[in-house]
């Protein structure tokens, strides 16, 4: 398997690339009915409904009383980490606050020339849930970047679900949750458990917010369940672009361009775009050395031969413009002079500057979030953040003397509008006249 290089002056070039700018998993319609389904089955039955399709799809069967775990298993869980492990997630959720600290917002308060008290007050939510993933893959760095900022945003409750697995809990995923201050974990996965925060059962308290990735299922359950409360984002598969130059070592470009093609999904994007035909060659033959000594090749693969692609541009200027297009989750600016190419991005969720900032070290210790806009979702989305967890509420405090300022010209609005009511409510603060 060779993954291909491309050349953007090619016959055809242009129908290719915008495969990378429509990627993303698409939904078969049996599997929307599907949701549907399960969503309704546990807002009508609950806790009853958890544990049949933890049986059907997990081949778990549990207790009504397992469905939570207990603040004993999740000290256990942090115990039984070796002290290694332990520190390494300890020392990824200092550094992680550290930087959503900076991100916190105050409420403020002014006084205008009318004499109004006018503000905003900024409130952390009550009650958030996390969704952290199962399946193949052990995610305690997911439960570290969801629920730390939560926290340190001051929300009260952070309510965790995670898939039951027949193995037995994920020890690393449980100690990352104890670390990062989890109030509540339980054992529940898919659109099941997303349908639990949602509405509640008797064991799982209803939420304000869900957020954390998954799989197209529990994207479609959050997509289904928004507006009953708030999602974070609807995640898609990870992406990286790299924008590399000569001075980027080609061992470094393929190490990377593999990381995000390992995620598993099959849908990941993994792009090179550089003016050098010499290390886009140099890069494919790296990947092909370092991929044979990867445990998960197969999967990696695959996406490579689906999503993945060397590109050839002209210049850096035109790297940018296609990037730009993109606007991945990550984007690697493996350059020369990474700042002065960082001022022309738009597009991305996260970049890294240089050598030496791989989008691995962002994924688990660097601080800030690797909860990322993906599907060129970076146009207008931001990454996950302390102000994700708090919702802002406006103050108007006026006086009579700044009520009658401004009286007349609301009246008219209103009348503009066809609401006399509206009218009304101001005019009847005053004994006469219209003001």
Known sequence: MEIPILR??????????????????????????????IVEYVRREGD????????????????????????????????????????ALRLAARRIAAFHRRQKQASWRYRDPEGLVLGQEVLPLQRVGVYVPGGSASYPSTVLMNIVPARVAGVAEVVMVTPPRAQGDDVAVLAAAHLAGATAVFRVGGAQAIAALAYGTESIPRVDKIIGPGNL???????????????????????VVVIADESAPAEYVAADLLAQAEHGSGEEC?????????LAGAVRAEIQRQLARLPRRARIAAVL????????????????R??????????????????????????????????????ALGDYIAGPNHVLPTGGGARFASPLGVYDFVK???????????????A??????????????HAAALRCRFSAGES
């Open 322 to 359: 296609l990037a730009e297009e993109v606007a991945p989750e990550h984007l690697e600016l493996m350059l020369r002079d990474p700042r002065r190419w960082m001022r022309r991005v738009r597009n991305a969720g996260a970049v890294f500057l240089g050598l030496y900032s791989p989008a």
């Open 217 to 239: 299922w529990v994207q479609m359950a959050k997509a289904l369940v928004f507006g009953r409360v708030d999602i974070d984002k609807i995640a898609g598969p990870s992406e």
């Open 48 to 87: 009853r409904a958890l544990l049949a399709l933890s049986r059907k799809y997990d081949g778990v069967r549990l207790q009504r009383r397992e469905l939570r775990v207990s603040s004993r298993e999740l000290e256990a869980a942090a115990r039984a980490l070796t002290p290694a492990d332990r520190e």
């Open 8 to 37: 953007t002056g090619a016959r055809g070039f242009a129908r290719r690339f915008a495969a990378f700018r429509s990627r993303g998993q698409r939904a078969a319609p049996t599997i929307a009915v599907q949701v549907r389904r």
């Open 270 to 278: 993994a792009l090179l775009l550089t003016p050098s035909q010499r």
């Open 392 to 406: 802002r509420t406006s103050v108007v405090w006026a006086s009579r003397s700044g009520l009658a300022r401004l």
């Open 305 to 320: 031969r689906r999503r993945s692609a060397l590109v050839v541009v002209r210049d850096l200027e035109e790297a940018i």
């Open 408 to 421: 007349p010209a609301a009246a008219r609005l209103a009348r503009l509008e066809g609401y006399d009511a």
